[in-house]
């Protein structure tokens, strides 16, 4: 492992210091371990309950003042908000490379996914487009208005520590909403350092309302505090399903509104006319890149009989090459896994498979000499002669499950046969398989592609997923409905006072 870097808690000091972040003593914070080497990165304060409460009441005042700035006006903010992301942009990857391990390129890619939404965002501002509808009365008229909703709490996990809090913040922002993060706790730092970007972006908007952006960091309680809290209309959550099912209810008890964005295990099926090579690097960067920690990364590989075995040996030979190390290094392309609870997982996850059946190559752990408190691992190949109940839940980790199909009605059937929901795709150059993959015959999912992996969605297209993925749906195409609130208007011009469905009341 290249030595040339200098610790990962020095590095943190150094990029927190560019970015602005203040971190308090030791003995005044909890510490914020990093997965490069296992040691604290920095010490972070918890909110207590009467700090949530003083965030929660001013983003109630924030909203009183905020629902009525012009949507295009708040849109500057966002805009403002893209160029301070610019500027920040090295710093804040180095940052997300620190805390949640991902190599320089995809922690670069995680903060100009930030760019891309603020930029979608702002475009948004002005096209908040409601409807005019005809009504059947005379003299009257009829339309359809997209209101702010309030506070949102964003709620959002450690492997995309920045991205989908800005996916649904830029969004939320320019519909009138102010924005209450509580990140996972495994990542808080690059939380606090987001928002002091986003404080200069406030700073030149100039007279935002106080509160209209909050950091809540804690556990598992300041999260359920803000899913139980009434005056929070909306709730988006991205995590486990185990977190969705324990959110889903609280919110629906109080009939707020939850975007849930869960687990994913998604699958790719390979068929007889697939471009091979193409395949391959997209199974590779799918299942191993993020060291398989992306809710869309590829767990499951459905592979015609005829090519089954070729692929797994072209795939267990890419997974042996790949450089695993500190994910800073130009040449890395596997990091850690985010701790020991990571790596136990994935240890459990691959004894399944051989206790089912199956057969397991790669999977070791790397680097323990060096680094005893990281957990670097060789991404795993699982192969299985059939489904297997190991194939139903979702590990977080590089471990890539293989099984063969015959014909491809098997194929899909094994695609959708999971609880989960989010991204599939087919390799194909067959347009009757394509289409009916993509038909409403085929894939179940929130997500399928044709002759790309399953992970790296553009933030164009609403993302999410059906089933136990939650039905949540974010970022990009008409998710801004959800930070909004529908009115349905209808103005009486004329003098009389006619009914609806022709009914007569005459006094
Ligand atoms: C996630 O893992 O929670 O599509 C989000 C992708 C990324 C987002 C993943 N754009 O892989």
Redesign the pocket.
């Known amino acids: 492992m290249t030595q040339s870097f200098p610790t990962p808690a020095a590095h943190a000091r150094d990029l927190l210091d560019k970015l602005g972040v203040p971190t308090p003593p030791a003995e005044a914070g909890q510490p914020v371990r990093g997965p490069i080497d296992g040691e604290v990165l920095a010490h972070v304060l918890h909110d207590d309950a009467r700090m949530i409460e003083a965030k929660v009441s001013a983003a109630c005042r924030a909203f009183l003042a905020w629902r009525i700035v012009p949507a295009p006006r708040r849109g500057e903010l966002v805009r403002l908000f893209g160029e301070e992301l610019r500027a920040a942009k090295a710093e804040l990857a180095a940052l997300v490379t620190l805390e949640a391990g991902k190599i320089a390129s995809e922690a670069a890619g995680e903060v100009q ?1 930030m760019i891309d939404i603020c930029d979608f965002a702002v475009g948004l501002s002005r096209q908040l487009h409601g409807l005019t509808i005809a009504s059947e009365r005379p003299g009257h008229a009829m339309r359809e208005t997209w209101h702010p909703l309030g506070p949102v709490a964003v709620i959002s ?1 450690f ?2 520590p920045v ?2 809090w800005a996916w649904n913040a830029c969004l939320a922002l320019v519909c009138g909403d102010p924005v209450i993060w509580k990140p996972s706790e495994k990542t808080p730092l690059t939380a606090l350092a987001t928002h002091a970007i986003l404080r200069r972006a406030l700073a030149r908007f100039g007279d935002a309302p106080e509160g209209l952006a909050c950091v809540v960091q804690g556990g598992r309680d300041a999260g359920e505090r803000l899913t139980r809290d009434p005056r929070i209309p909306l709730v988006s959550a ?1 995590g486990s399903t185990r977190m969705g099912r324990a959110v889903a209810p609280l919110v629906a008890e109080r009939f707020g509104r939850s975007i849930l ?1 869960l687990g994913g295990n998604n699958a790719m099926i390979v068929t007889p006319s697939a471009d091979l090579s193409l395949a391959l690097r997209a199974i590779v960067f799918s299942a191993a890149g993020t060291a398989g920690q ?4 590829l767990r499951r590989l459905i592979v015609h009989e005829s090519l089954v075995d070729t692929l797994a040996d072209a795939v267990e030979t890419a997974f042996q090459r790949l450089p695993v190390g500190d994910p800073r290094a130009p040449e890395t392309l596997l990091g850690p896994l985010i701790d020991k609870a990571a790596h136990d997982a994935f240890v459990e996850a691959m004894n399944a498979v051989r206790a089912e059946g199956g057969t397991v190559s790669g999977g070791e752990r790397l680097l323990a000499d060096e680094r005893p408190d990281a957990y670097y691992v060789r991404p795993a190949l699982a192969r299985l002669p059939t489904p297997a109940p190991c194939m139903q839940s979702e590990t977080f980790a590089p471990l890539l499950h293989v099984v063969p199909y015959t014909s491809f009605d098997t194929a899909l059937s094994i695609q959708n046969d999971v609880p989960q929901g989010l ?1 599939s795709c087919v390799m194909t150059n067959d347009v009757r398989e394509a289409e009916t993959f993509l038909s409403a015959a085929g894939s179940d999912c929130g997500i399928a592609n044709v002759n790309i992996g399953p ?5 164009g297209g609403a ?1 999410g997923g059906e089933k136990e993925t939650g039905g949540g749906r974010e970022s990009g195409s008409d998710s801004w409905k959800q930070y909004m609130r529908r009115q349905t208007a209808t103005v009486n011009y004329s003098g009389a006072l006619p009914l609806a469905q022709g009914v007569r009341f005459d006094l």
């Open positions: 996914e996990a492997n995309f991205a989908v991205t964005e992306r809710c869309t990364s991204s992970s790296g969605a553009e933030i993302f």
